[in-house]
């Protein structure tokens, strides 16, 4: 809808899309210019409990998403949280 948000939060949702690169993509669509995106990922490989998960790096996602490269990275921890500002 062309509506842009000041923070744009998604914690543990990438894994659970068909399209992770599309769905960040949607999503940075949706960032204010200033905003921040919190993305959070599961650094955990899939269990037979949750077939329908997937890992999703950070890296793969940085090349599937050319969109992030207007953000500038604020966070990137080892808990799979990572922060980026709109420039």
Known sequence: TGRT???VLAEHVLGYVPD???TLARLTAAVASGGTLLLRLDGREPTAQEP???LVLIDELLAAAPA????EPIVASD???HVFRRR
């Open 52 to 54: 329908h998960r997937r």
């Open 79 to 81: 808990d799979g949280r």
């Open 20 to 22: 992770p690169g599309a």
């Open 5 to 7: 948000f000041d923070l």
């Open 68 to 71: 992030l490269r207007e953000f």
